[in-house]
């Protein structure tokens, strides 16, 4: 599809008693005048008949009759004595060449119409130009649109839009006009353009009342970009100036001149007015929304697309979607006009020529899709706080002292510490320490996360391994490794006596040795303890026989006044009892016992 056009701008004027062409700007300059002999008036008038009967017999008989071949052949006959009447001399000479431009551009060339002071001229059916040298219709091509350019005084830019299109659809069927059927209108609408509204591009809003004073509320409450209006129309005739018919206070028609509506749709940005003759709403014969269109492009619509002919609900069906379609998406309104023509030329095919556009000076793009503005990038996320750093680590008796720095970070606030155990989450705390009881003896590696005020986790600290030791090993050891002193003797001790209890069990107990009288008034003796192996644990000591007493010591005290000798015998014993061997000693109390 062609997106870039050039202007080829044919004015049609009247001199004389008759009427000249010339072209006024084109990719090879201005050309003409030439004569322009306009065909005949009464021609036009049993061509549309003959478009209507086409059109209602070509959906019923796939094999249309003579009649509808006969009305096929006259409008490309009427179509090629308005081309050449147009087109003739220098006219048409800058027509041909300007083509060759555009072409060698890969630029479309966009044929527009303008009239100065002939009211008579504009309401041709100039859609039904056909070029019998190219052998097509220009209209129907993406390549060369036609379109009839008002001229106003005031340019106006291109509606930019970041949304949706707005549109406000007007459906009037006063009680003394023939009928609409309303909601089949709406109903059809709108199902035409759901892919468009479902996409977010078009927003349709319907007047509930199609009164003027409906269509004010609407303007001044609401903003609207498109005015779409199905219904009747007509032409004062006195003024010439179009009118649409609204529903009155009663329900009867309140034909509006179309200069009114301008003023109301001038409360909304509206870029497009569409003026629709459905089936039954036909008041004239031939454009019946020409005046209208004209009144509304020069009150300061920039574009109207308006029914030259009565049209159907099928050919008005597939005008609207595709219409719409290309609108929204920021097409020209001239290409989406062709575009729309093309899809009458499938549905129906002989009620392509039926819409006409008026257009301002300006050109065909009515709206600027902006793209939304991007939303502003969210604030950058604060850095991660630092991973702990693990001071202090270690077991005391059954629990695990954990204790860690947090290096600061600019900006970040750590609120929270989560602690794992052997990779396992433990627990949550909020201060830099930890007591943890794992259970059993073992090691036990520990590792801390940081959790800043935002939640955002740091990364994981260097693992921290304790060893907890059982109940035995912590008596011999403390908390860093080192031996417990007491500890050790006490183990020293019972090993001590662990040996002594097995020497005494395989030693025999051995004889008091080395006795000696250190006393004869009283007497008292002494003797060699044994060595720590011997299993001696007292003595016994004999006078003559007999049994004086038993000893822990290794000493006696007779405290027993002798005279005389006397044999004292001595005994050691063990713990089970059993005795050893005596070892005697004769004392003579009569002599000093000797140093």
């Known amino acids: 599809m062609k997106q870039r056009y050039a202007d080829f701008d044919v004015l049609l004027e009247p001199r004389g008693d008759g009427f000249v062409s010339r072209v006024l700007d084109s990719p090879v300059g201005p050309a003409g005048p030439e004569e322009f002999v306009p065909p005949d008036v009464t021609r036009v008038t049993d061509l549309v008949h003959g478009l209507r009967d086409l059109r209602r017999i070509m959906p019923a008989h796939p094999e249309p009759d003579s009649g509808a071949i006969s009305a096929s052949a006259a409008i490309k006959a009427f179509g090629t004595q308005l081309f050449e009447a147009l087109f ?8 041909r060449s300007s083509l060759h431009v555009s072409a060698k551009h890969n630029e479309g060339l966009r044929l527009r119409l303008r009239f100065a002071a002939t009211p008579e001229l504009i309401s041709l059916p100039w859609e039904l ?10 209209c129907r091509q993406d ?7 008002v001229d106003v005084p005031e340019p106006i830019a291109p509606l930019t839009l970041t949304g949706p299109i707005r549109m406000l659809v007007v459906i009037s069927s006063p009680t003394d006009l023939p009928l609409l059927d309303v909601e089949a209108e709406w109903q059809r609408l709108t199902t035409t353009l759901t892919p468009l509204t479902a996409s977010g591009r078009l927003e349709l ?8 004073e ?16 199905i219904g009747h129309g007509g032409v004062d005739p006195e003024s010439g100036e179009g009118l649409l018919a609204f529903s009155g206070p009663t329900g ?32 004239t014969a031939v454009d019946p929304y020409g005046s209208s269109a004209l009144t509304l492009v020069e009150h300061g619509i920039p574009a109207v697309v308006a029914m030259q002919f009565e049209i159907s609900d099928v050919a008005a069906k597939s005008f609207s979607g595709v219409l719409y379609e290309h609108v929204t998406a920021g097409a020209g309104i001239d290409l989406a006009v062709t575009l729309a023509r093309q899809a009458i030329l499938t549905a129906s095919p002989t009620e392509w020529p039926t819409p006409v556009l008026y257009l301002r000076p300006e050109g065909g793009r009515l709206f600027i899709r902006r793209a939304e503005p991007p939303p502003p990038p969210p604030p950058p996320a604060p850095p991660d706080p630092a991973a702990p750093v693990v001071v202090t680590a270690e077991a005391r008796g059954e629990t695990v002292h954990l204790a860690w720095h947090q290096p600061p970070v600019p900006g970040v606030a750590v609120t929270e510490w989560r602690v794992s155990r052997n990779g396992i989450p433990q627990n949550v705390v909020y201060q830099p320490s930890f007591i943890d009881t794992p259970g059993p003896r073992g090691v036990y590696s520990y590792s801390v996360v940081a959790v800043s005020a935002t939640g955002q986790p740091s990364g994981e600290s260097a693992e921290a391994s304790v060893k907890l030791r059982g109940r035995m090993q912590r008596w011999f050891f403390n908390e860093r490794g080192r031996p417990r002193v007491a500890a050790w003797l006490l183990a020293a001790f019972l090993a001590y006596a662990l040996v002594l209890g097995i020497v005494s069990t395989v030693t025999p107990v051995a004889a008091p040795s080395n006795v000696q009288v250190v006393g004869t008034s009283p007497v008292t003796l002494v003797w060699d303890s044994p060595s720590i192996w011997s299993p001696v644990s007292q003595w016994q000591v004999f006078r003559d026989g007999a049994l004086l007493g038993t000893t822990r010591s290794p000493r006696w005290r007779d405290d027993v006044p002798l005279t005389g000798t006397h044999r004292y015998t001595i005994r050691a014993l063990d713990s089970s009892g059993d005795r050893s061997a005596a070892t005697a000693i004769l004392v003579d109390t009569s002599k000093p016992a000797s140093p």
């Open 88 to 95: 003739t001399g220098k006219v048409e000479s800058a027509l």
């Open 129 to 138: 130009l056909y070029d019998p040298e190219r052998r097509r219709f220009p």
């Open 143 to 149: 390549d060369f649109p036609t379109v009839r350019v």
């Open 205 to 212: 809003e319907r007047l509930d009342q199609a009164t003027l």
């Open 214 to 229: 409906g269509l004010r509320v609407a303007m001044t409450d609401g903003e609207f970009h498109v005015f779409h209006f």
């Open 252 to 283: 009867w028609a309140h034909l509006v001149p179309c200069s009114h509506v301008a003023d109301l749709l001038g409360n909304s940005p509206i870029e497009l007015a569409v003026l629709n003759s459905c089936e039954g709403g036909r008041v």
